[in-house]
């Protein structure tokens, strides 16, 4: 399966089962209608009622009752503590006779009730669920390096001491790696679309989610140029020095790459650079089980009305679903040389440019399931608290490379075999060419935690912040695809490890 039809059909599993979710939770609504919200302050702790301040404490509202149906007992807790009783439904409701009816347990479907009984500070409370939810963030994501490699090298003759003598040798100075050029984030789109599928019988309150999380893309670069041009003969000091004729001496650059010294334009060149691209995107299906917080209270206000308010206090969600991850990379080494050669013997003097181009690039599509838990603490209108998700994944993983080398008959410190269009390695003349492919399907993981905030502005609206730390495992790298042997095999890296970091922040409508 190629990688177009294999991404269309993990989008297309993703909206089928999108499209196929059931709403078969129920939910229960309370006869009760809200109280019309005052602007009078609460009592503050204390015994003004005692003190006789105010004259008498009315009564919290009650449900309205049947014709017939008896009273019944109520012993009022002290205010800012009322709790329900046996004789008090979960939304704070009366029951008669103090027994749930058997009409109170199956309601209309989520979609035909109207919101509430809801918190009249905030809109929201214990019993007050959105039927749909939109959140859409801007997200920047920074990412962490592929591993740490030499790709470009300065060489140099410095002494060495042998154990008797000090002697030249050939030195290899790194000037750059995988992880050179400085790594910024990237801005990204989220976006959260959420519905509510009802209350369960344990009473928790289930909603379906569909997450996406992208767009994010890097480009990177970073180049070494050479210090130096020395002028060799025939030797053993330099790679492939001793393939220089005698009565010849050649000039080059000093620098050198991770690939072979018989591949021209990559060594002996008076410029390197490389390149790296990466983009990222996610898909997240998931199922959210959320028990149902504390109970909201009724709090009486100086002008003796009753309102009712939801409790500070904490409360959680679980998660479990489908997600599919991908990471495309690209990462390319580019090489420059200016070879002069002079035959001491014949008496000319010759000068040739070589050059060297490297691609590769790779595709990692992660596909499995995840679970998750939010633990969150609301204090009015602000709301904070932290996440965790992990799962375990599929990685089908794609890379494919290509390798041009010109100009290897013309520097005689490179392995003319791979450059003459007579021998077994290329059909163009001064020109070595070489691609590779691979892929591999193998087990990966992603692991999360993140920091929440929001805050609420007003009764279906709601700006949401947060802090995501994401490592994922099993990944091929394109930087880590480099192999230095000349003619050797396709093979896939995909032990590549990488850390993502992001600031999202952006506002949920709810309605």
């Known amino acids: ?34 109280s019309p919200t005052l602007p009078a302050e609460p009592l503050p702790a204390g015994g003004e ?28 807790q002290p205010l800012e ?7 008090v439904t979960a939304s704070g409701e009366i029951v008669p006779h103090g027994a749930m009816q058997p009409e109170m347990m199956f309601g209309p479907m989520p979609d035909e ?36 490699g030499v790709t470009g090298i300065y060489g140099t003759i410095g002494q060495a001491f042998d154990g008797t003598q000090f002697v030249d040798r050939f030195f290899r100075v790194p000037g750059m790696t995988t992880r050179s050029g400085g790594a910024e984030p990237a801005a990204g789109y989220e976006v959260t679309l959420g519905h509510y599928l009802g209350r369960d019988a344990e009473n928790r309150d289930q909603f379906v989610e569909f997450t996406f999380y992208g767009m994010n893309e890097w480009d990177e670069d970073y180049a070494l140029y050479r210090t130096e041009r020395p002028t060799v003969s025939n030797g ?7 393939q220089i004729a005698n009565f010849e001496q050649v000039t080059f650059g000093n620098l050198f790459s991770r690939f072979d010294a018989d591949l021209a334009g990559f060594n002996r060149a008076d410029d390197l650079e490389q390149r790296y691209t990466s983009r990222f995107d996610n898909f997240e299906l998931n199922l959210r089980v959320r028990p149902r917080a504390r109970t909201d209270r009724m709090v009486m206000y100086q002008n003796g009305r009753w309102r009712r308010e939801a409790q500070n206090g904490p409360s959680c969600s679980f998660l479990a679903g489908l997600r599919a991850l991908s990471l495309d990379e690209g990462y390319s080494l580019s090489g420059r040389g200016i070879i002069r050669t002079q035959d001491l013997v014949n008496d000319t003097d010759t000068t040739a440019v070589t050059r060297g181009d490297y691609s590769v690039r790779t595709y990692n599509d992660l596909v499995g399931l995840q679970v998750g838990l939010d633990m969150l603490w609301r204090q009015g209108f602000a709301e904070f608290g932290v996440r965790v998700k992990g799962g375990a994944f599929v990685n089908f993983a794609d890379m494919n490379s290509s390798l041009i080398s010109t100009g290897g008959l013309d520097d005689p410190m490179a392995n003319a075999e791979l450059y003459d269009a ?17 892929s591999i399907r193998d087990v990966a993981g992603v692991a999360e935690f993140g920091l929440t905030a929001a805050y609420q502005l007003r009764t279906n609206i709601v700006v949401r912040a947060a802090y995501d730390l994401m490592w994922v495992n099993g990944l091929a790298q394109a930087p880590n695809q480099v192999s230095s042997q000349v003619g050797g095999p396709g093979r896939i890296n995909n032990d590549g490890l990488q850390l993502f970091q992001s600031l999202s922040l952006g506002l949920e409508v709810d309605w």
Do not use: F
């Open 1 to 34: 399966m190629d990688l177009a039809m294999r991404r269309t059909t993990i989008c297309l599993a993703i909206v089928a089962l999108l499209l196929g979710v059931p709403v078969s939770a129920q939910e229960y609504v309370p006869s009760n209608p809200a």
């Open 422 to 438: 007579s021998g077994p390695y290329t059909s163009v003349n001064n020109q070595y060419t070489e691609s590779r492919a691979a």
């Open 236 to 242: 053993d000091l330099w790679p492939n020095q001793e």
């Open 113 to 148: 009730y109207p919101r509430g009984p809801c918190c009249e500070k905030t809109g929201r409370g214990y019993c007050c669920p959105p039927n749909w939810y939109l959140d859409q963030r801007v997200r920047a994501m920074y990412h962490s390096r592929a591993k740490w």
């Open 81 to 87: 503590q009322v709790a329900p009783g046996p004789d």
């Open 49 to 76: 009622a005692a003190a006789g301040q105010i004259p008498a404490t009315p009564e919290p509202p009650r449900a309205a009752q049947a014709p017939g149906d008896p009273v019944p007992h109520q012993q009022w």
